[in-house]
């Protein structure tokens, strides 16, 4: 059983993506310290933090629903990755890299959903 968020494995890749997206961001251009650089660390930190959130409530119904929102941050974050990407921002390596984090979790908060669905409480 577990007793803390952080002993769940999808919590865990969820932090090293968030560490993995701001190393990324580190060398993204100045003038978008407010535009993709915040956007882009704000949905990777949302991952975590609504895992923590969700394992940290009274019951399954609601544990679910945070994860659903740590799956929506998840593509919000494979979205802006494609972008810059696109726009050829940060270095095309550690893009990969955090593109692979993310394709992992988002498997992890599947599988993890389909675990809960037919708890109760």
Not at 3 to 20: K, P, Y
Not at 21 to 49: C, H, K, M, W
Not at 76 to 104: C, N, P, V, Y
Request: proline share 2%.
């Amino acid at each position: 059983m577990v007793q803390s968020f952080r002993d769940l494995l999808v919590w865990q890749r969820s932090m090293q993506l968030t560490v993995a997206i701001y190393r990324l961001t580190q060398n993204f251009p100045r003038d978008e310290v407010y535009g993709l650089t915040s956007q882009i660390r704000r949905s990777a930190v949302s991952i975590p933090s609504n895992i923590a959130e969700g394992q940290g409530r009274l019951n399954t119904g609601e544990f679910r629903q945070f994860l659903g929102v740590a799956r929506g941050s998840n593509c919000e974050l494979q979205t802006q990755l494609e972008i810059a990407r696109a726009i050829q921002f940060g270095d095309i390596k550690q893009i990969d890299e955090a593109e692979g984090l993310s394709h992992e979790v988002g498997k992890m908060l599947f599988a993890l959903l389909e675990s809960l669905k037919n708890t109760d409480h």
